[in-house]
């Protein structure tokens, strides 16, 4: 699968090489429910510049562990800062990996499961 953004049949850039480059994940939609993509990709030391909407201000703290913006032009600048500062990277990424490890499936189940017991009683 052809991972290029194109942009009137021309290659503006590869997203598999962009994402490599970076170590990041960049999520401009408009809105995502829980985030689960973004979880993933914090797992695997990627930081995250992400919408400011759903549940992701949640689990991405800005600055610590990732980027929120609210328009294209704070999404321009968290990129390029992220881009230009390679020891940043690190150390968010690991803020990011450490992040995800609290929504890991093993985590959620004992939760759940104290949240039944308490509910039962």
Partial sequence: MDSSFRWNDKVVYDCDSFKRQLNETLTPWKSEHFGMVVLEAMSAKCVPIVARKGALPEFVKHGQNG?????????????????????????MGINAVLTAKKFDKEIFRKRLLRIIKKLMK
Avoid: C, I, S
């Fill in 67 to 91: 980027f929120l913006f609210d328009n294209l032009k704070e999404l321009e600048n968290w990129t390029l800062k992220l881009m230009k500062n390679e020891e940043l990277r690190e150390e």
